[in-house]
């Protein structure tokens, strides 16, 4: 064996017994079901009733607050439009995600920084329900803070 190589042989040894370790590893975690669970599916459901938000005037355009933070309130805003959509099944939604995310944060400990996030109201901008732009944050949004 030629000496020059000795350290690369040594390196593709360790590799191989650490692939060989790390497949012989098992987890005693439980598995996570298939069918994903809290908040995030609620969420997509919210995004998927508001729709496009289409609206032909400012007066179909209304914000809802979307989440919980540990001190209370919405963690963001979403624009919606009242044009095709009378908002009872997205406030029932909004209402089901809340209740999860406040789950969530009580079982994860969390905190917050208790500020108030400011309802920036909706216009309707090239047929589609907007947040008016606020100071808050890059386009028009409030920072999503916790």
């Known amino acids: 064996m030629n000496p020059l190589n000795l350290p690369r042989t040594f390196a593709r040894l360790a590799g191989l017994a650490l692939l060989l370790a790390s497949s012989a ?6 598995q996570v ?9 609620v969420l997509a459901r919210i995004e998927a009733e508001r ?4 609206c032909d005037t400012d007066d ?14 919405p963690e963001r805003y979403l624009a919606w439009s009242s044009k095709n959509n009378d908002g009872t099944r997205l406030r029932a939604l909004v209402a089901e995600h809340a209740a999860a995310r406040q789950a969530e944060d009580t079982k994860k400990g969390m905190m917050s920084t208790c500020s108030v996030v400011p309802d920036p109201g909706a216009t309707c901008a090239a047929g589609q329900c907007v947040l008016r732009a606020t100071n808050n944050g890059p386009g028009g949004m409030a920072p999503v803070a916790r």
Do not use: L, M, N, Y
């Open 25 to 30: 590893c098992r987890s005693d975690a439980p």
């Open 33 to 41: 079901p298939s069918t994903a669970t809290g908040s995030a599916p």
């Open 51 to 54: 729709g496009a938000a289409a």
């Open 60 to 73: 179909q355009c209304h914000t809802i607050g979307v989440g919980h933070k540990a001190c209370g309130g």
